[in-house]
């Protein structure tokens, strides 16, 4: 069964204080490893999609990469309005176009 | 350009009620998808349309879930009867079909069922 986990479950952040966020995932062909981000109250809001091990995607203060067993999303001097959860989703190879999800990582920053 | 729009955003009903959601993908997206979050799970895939044809019903939990996609545009999700374990977040998504690709699905506001 195609099985996606992040890490951590929340994470607090000093404004300017860099991290990453984590997503682990099984899945018997990878299509796709989508990254969203949700703010409360709102749907997932599309961020990137990553195909390949090695690939790596950019997005102002963000920057997502992929390897055969996991999923970073690296946040460089993040800002208040970045806190956000962010969620991580796969999708797999065959006829079905289904996300699997992550239950996500609660992202606060501080000024 | 619009995007997913859903309705209610709210609904609270009584154990045993009907409550019908309503989706309205994109303007030219084939495909349409419901997904559910339940309080403190991550959010699950219900089912998938192409145009108006389900294409995968396989996370519709029981018989009591009915949805439809007229003429391959708006769709609704009907829960008859509501049972306390159906409150939720209930998301609509949509995406372009592009030949054999699917592009990144965009995801409505969401409605949040209460079942009282």
């Known amino acids: 069964e195609d099985q996606v986990t992040q890490s951590p479950e929340a994470l607090r952040l000093q404004e300017g204080e860099s991290s990453s966020l984590n997503c682990s995932y099984t899945?018997?062909?990878?299509?796709?490893l989508f990254w969203y981000r949700q703010d409360p109250g709102k749907g997932p809001e599309f961020l990137f999609t990553?195909?390949?091990a090695g690939e790596e995607k950019e997005k102002e203060r963000l920057k997502a990469t992929l390897t055969k067993k996991e999923s970073f999303l690296h946040i460089t001097a993040p800002k208040p309005e970045d806190s956000a959860t962010y969620l991580c989703?796969?999708?797999?190879?065959?006829?079905?176009?289904?996300?699997?999800f992550g239950t996500g990582t609660r992202l606060l920053v501080s000024p | 350009e619009a995007g997913v729009t859903q309705f209610p955003s709210h609904s609270v009903i009584e154990k045993g009620q009907t409550v019908t959601l309503r989706c309205d993908p994109i303007?030219?997206?084939?495909?349409l998808y419901w997904y559910r979050r339940v309080m403190g799970k991550e959010i699950k895939f219900l089912l998938h349309?192409?145009?108006?044809?389900?294409?995968?019903e396989s996370g519709m939990p029981n018989n009591r879930f009915l949805a439809e996609r007229t003429g391959g545009t708006y769709s609704t999700l009907k829960v008859q009867p509501a049972e306390l374990e159906d409150s939720g977040v209930y998301f609509c998504?949509?995406?372009?079909?592009?030949?054999?690709?699917?592009?990144?699905?965009?995801f409505g506001q969401g409605t949040r069922l209460t079942v009282v």
């Open positions: 998504a949509s995406s372009l079909r592009q030949g054999l690709m699917n592009t990144e699905a965009f």
């Open positions: 899945v018997s062909g990878l299509r796709g």
């Open positions: 990553l195909y390949s």
């Open positions: 989703a796969v999708q797999a190879e065959g006829g079905f176009q289904k996300l699997v």
């Open positions: 303007s030219g997206h084939d495909n």
């Open positions: 349309f192409v145009k108006e044809s389900k294409q995968d």
